[in-house]
């Protein structure tokens, strides 16, 4: 799976939308970007995936530029329940057999003030 | 409710002592792992199911065992062997057949008395 970058942490207030964005400068053509969120002391919440089309569902959208290099989570209307660390993984559609976990990095802190 | 459930939430466990989690899920999933996080860290996979009766380690499997017996079930036994059991476990699960997304279930903390 390709690597991603994300910031440590971000601050945003409370109904303004939060844009977090993800580096993963070494995509592959088959490799999917998928978003989950993970409140304090809770399991992982899958959000949204995308391959190149933007995104979006009722929790949030997905935009991926056209050279699929980065992407930008967008949570419309940040409330105080959206306060959780953002991952970003980048991964094939179906993996196959092997060792098939997601790899989670430290995420982005995403801080809303009220 | 279709989901993943865990239990305990809280665990002790005493040195030299061996504690199995339990992870179920009713979501007709093929595919069922374990992870561990520590304080600030991301997930490490520990073992992994594709399938009923096949279980395959993941990363950091030293110290732990697991089977599955029956689809909706992945229980994971932490031995004595594990040194540094502390931290929090999670369950995840997947439908396969080409679907990506993992689900996760509560997660159960682990603490060494």
Redesign the interface.
Known sequence: DAKTTQPTSMDCAEGRAANLPCNHSTISGNE?V?WYRQIH??????II?GLKNNETNEMASLIITEDRKSSTLILPHATLRDTAVY?CIV?????G?G?????????THLIIQP | DGG?T?SPKYLFRKEGQNVTLSCEQNLNHD?M?W?RQDP????R?IY?S?IVNDF?K??IAEGYSVSREKKESFPLTVTSAQKNPTA?Y???SKAGG?Q????????T?LLVL
Not at chain 1, 91 to 95: A, D, E, K, N
Not at chain 2, 40 to 43: D, E, I, N, V
């Open positions: 999917y998928y002391s809770q399991g992982p919440q899958y995936h991952y991964r094939v559609l179906f993996s057999g060792a098939d976990g997601l790899t989670f990095g430290k995420g | 993943i865990q595919a792992y992870y600030g860290q991301g997930l996979l992994y594709q395959q993941g990363d929090f999670l369950c995840a080409g990506e997304t993992q689900y996760f279930g509560p997660g903390r």
